[in-house]
């Protein structure tokens, strides 16, 4: 193991029994025939070069189908696809068979990794593609001489195939030339996550379109369950095993889970193909038991499997596979959050270890972590409020430490779960994008409420005359230029009952004649997320936020604009007031003639 990789890690004291996960991962290809059993092959294997490999050549190869021990499967060499994986790097062509591959009706996900052997015993490489029109017993080798080279092309995705290729495959299989025609692909690898249900994954595109577009979030997810104690460990790492790969891990662990093409010392390769594309990283590396290769009609098969405690960290995420070692553990982001039912008397506190720190995966593992807790405190889809406090800390570029914190209250008609998880995982994105942070826990504690009512404010009145006169469209504020706006707005409860809330703004003296308006604004009503440069700029940012329990009074002048609109003279007096015991929601906005 490289120096490097040894900084990157660090062995935690201790981790939560049930930080493994079920995973179901979708499968491409189809089979024929009988396969030998094989032993792993556990010492540093020598590759096979791809000069070397002919057509009808016989190979054996290694995969788990059951459990954490693997069998084997046999194969013959169709041919070498030139360039086929990317740019320089050929795929070997190879029709497999087993008992399990005639079973299901092809290779399946969770095969991504197989090692691949020649009859001499060096490897040839990985299984990592499947055709891409279905079921099939073909699979495209990634060349195991090139899987710890980190290529910085782009991944294959889908590979095409000539006519020539696309015959030869016909001649030697039951794949059809018209079939073959349409090019192999990389098996597929969506992203698991566990803890939320699949109704639950499957409602983040549409909370995505009702709420607005959150870059962070993975909407290409499915749902998987915990692993029990006494999983599987590290010396179920081994070639032909089973491996995972984790953003993250504890209440929300989400993984790929493939196969180990080899074990050389302590170092790791897998998959034959990106996870992610991340190139250098530091997830956390897996070991996993396969409950079963379930077969599908109308789909590929799919692998389901368990993932162990964590065992090392995936260094390297690259075209022609993933890296690592097994050992110290990256280090990892700690996201807590504590919920709070009070009318239904539960509480539940949980965590999630985010080993890649990018903004994306600490947003989308905080999402996750905020909604698991509150449907297994809320234990339904709740219209609601929510009160919630977090507290983010880290390390600023200078190296500094900084701790930026933010209490506000949160409301929802549709559901709150999601609308606490896309709260924290805002703030999470737009505070660790930040250039130079390093984000290194996220706490969030908060008391939810089934009352999903929310304040109004319906309507503005001046002081003027001696008496309150309601101002809008038709009727016009009106200040003297050095004066005092004398006003109140109406606050209406959702019983219908009319709070007056008085406050004053002055009006510099140069403002007369002056292009103005008032703006009276429930703080839910404003948007309150976008970029911060600086931990500094962040600071300031939730320093002077308007709550969503709270109201701000806006005064917006152009003092001898010149252009109609212009911003070069733009001044803003401002008064917020609240917070209040319920969100605050609507808008009136009023013109201002100052004499």
Not at 205 to 232: C, H, Q
Not at 567 to 573: A, E, L, P
């Amino acid at each position: 193991m490289s120096s490097l990789a040894r900084r990157r890690g660090r062995t935690l004291a201790s981790l939560s029994a049930t930080l493994g996960l079920g995973l179901a991962t979708l499968a491409v290809a189809g089979g024929t025939t009988a396969a030998q059993a094989a032993d792993p092959v556990l010492e540093c294997p020598t590759p096979f070069p791809v000069s070397e490999v002919t057509k009808g050549q016989a190979v054996t190869g290694l995969t788990v189908t059951e459990g954490t021990t693997p069998t084997g499967f046999t194969g013959e060499v169709i041919g070498v696809l030139e360039d086929g994986v990317t740019v320089g790097v050929d795929m070997i062509m190879i029709e497999l068979d087993s008992p399990e591959i005639q079973r299901v009706g092809g290779i399946w996900q969770g095969m991504s990794g197989s090692p691949v052997y020649a009859e001499d015993g060096r490897l040839l490489g990985a299984v990592a593609y499947g055709m891409s029109y279905g079921a099939s017993p073909v699979a495209g080798i990634t060349p195991y001489s090139e899987m710890d080279d980190y290529l910085g092309t782009e991944p294959a995705g889908k590979v095409q195939i000539d006519r020539a290729t696309a015959k030869a495959i016909a001649k030697q299989t039951d794949v059809t030339v018209a079939q073959a025609s349409q090019g192999a692909r990389q098996l597929p690898m969506p992203l698991g996550v566990s803890g939320l249900g699949a109704r639950r994954l499957a409602g983040v595109e549409k909370a995505e379109n009702r709420l607005g577009e959150r870059g962070w979030l993975l909407a290409d997810t499915y749902s998987v369950g915990a692993a029990a104690e006494g999983g599987p460990t590290a010396a179920d790492v081994v070639p032909g095993g089973n491996v995972a790969a984790s953003l993250s891990y504890g209440d929300v662990t989400q993984a790929g889970v493939g196969t180990v093409t080899s074990v050389c010392g302590d170092d790791v390769t897998a998959f034959g193909h990106p996870m992610t594309f991340l190139g250098e990283t530091t997830m956390s590396l897996h070991p996993a038991d396969v409950l079963y290769v379930q077969r599908e009609t109308v789909g590929p098969p799919f692998k389901l499997a368990n993932l162990g405690l964590p065992a090392g960290t995936v260094t390297d995420d690259h075209t022609t596979g993933l890296t690592g070692f097994i050992g110290a553990l990256p280090e990892s982001v700690e996201i807590t959050t504590a919920t709070a039912f009070p009318e239904g008397d539960r509480s539940r506190t949980g965590t999630s270890h985010a080993s890649v720190r990018t903004p994306d995966n600490l947003a989308s593992t905080s999402f996750y972590q905020v909604v698991l807790n509150h449907d297994r405190v809320l234990d339904s889809y709740t219209p609601g409020s929510e009160l919630m406090a977090w507290t983010i800390t880290g390390t600023d570029i200078d190296g500094s430490p900084f701790e930026l914190s933010l209490e506000d209250r949160y409301a929802s008609s549709w559901d709150l779960s999601y609308e606490m998880g896309y709260a924290l995982g805002d703030w999470v994105y737009m505070i660790s994008q930040i250039p130079g942070v390093e984000v290194t826990s996220i706490d969030a504690d908060s008391s939810a409420s089934s009352d999903d009512d929310t304040d109004r404010v319906e309507g503005v009145q001046q002081w003027r005359g001696g008496e309150w006169v309601t101002v809008n469209r038709k009727n016009k504020a009106r200040v003297k230029a050095g004066g005092t706006l004398k006003l109140q707005y109406l606050l209406e409860a959702p019983d219908g009952t009319i709070t007056e809330v008085p406050f004053e703004l002055d009006v510099p003296r140069k403002a007369a004649g002056s292009r103005a308006y008032l703006q009276v604004t429930g703080g839910a009503w404003l948007y309150s997320y976008g970029r911060v440069g600086t931990v500094e700029k962040a600071a300031k940012k939730l320093a002077n936020m308007v709550r969503n329990d709270e109201v701000e009074a806006e005064l917006e002048m152009w003092i001898d604009e010149g252009e109609r609109g212009g911003n070069s003279d733009r001044r803003v007096v401002k008064d917020v007031s609240g917070p209040y015991e319920r969100v605050v929601e609507g808008r009136e906005r009023v013109r201002v003639i100052i004499r």
